[in-house]
């Protein structure tokens, strides 16, 4: 069974940063494209950004704000968030799905994991 655990979330004051982390066992990350979602209470889940090879996408957002990232060596994908804002406040999900497919529809995705909650509040 594949296998996606994201860490990295917590609480962070408006303004500040956050690096989620998304670790995969039992397969290689880079054979796939890999997204990540956010769902906040009472809506619902949304695409923030997605990789596949060399090509992304960002949600419109988190532009300019966010940024993703792999580490094949360590069979990671990251997402790096800055300038953090209330409304950003979310459970964070990472996602895979079939390599080659740019899309931040969660219906494109096929394995995901727990979720991080992330939570930004002065």
């Known amino acids: 069974q594949l296998q996606l655990v994201e860490s990295g979330g917590g609480l962070v004051q408006p303004g500040g940063s956050l690096r989620l982390s998304c670790a995969a066992s039992?397969?290689?990350?880079?054979?796939?494209?890999i997204g990540w979602f956010r769902q906040a209470p009472g809506k619902e889940r949304e695409g923030v950004s997605c990789?596949?090879?060399?090509?992304?996408n960002y949600a419109d957002s988190v532009k300019g704000r966010f940024t993703i990232s792999r580490d094949n060596a360590k069979n990671t994908v990251y997402l790096q968030m800055n300038s953090l804002k209330p409304e950003d406040t979310a459970v964070y999900y990472c996602?895979?799905?079939?390599?080659?497919?740019?899309?931040?529809?969660?219906?494109?995705?096929?394995?995901w994991g727990q979720g991080t909650q992330v939570t930004v509040s002065s």
């Open positions: 996602a895979a799905g079939r390599r080659g497919i740019l899309t931040m529809n969660p219906g494109d995705y096929n394995y």
């Open positions: 039992r397969f290689t990350l880079d054979y796939y494209t």
């Open positions: 990789k596949s090879g060399g090509s992304t």
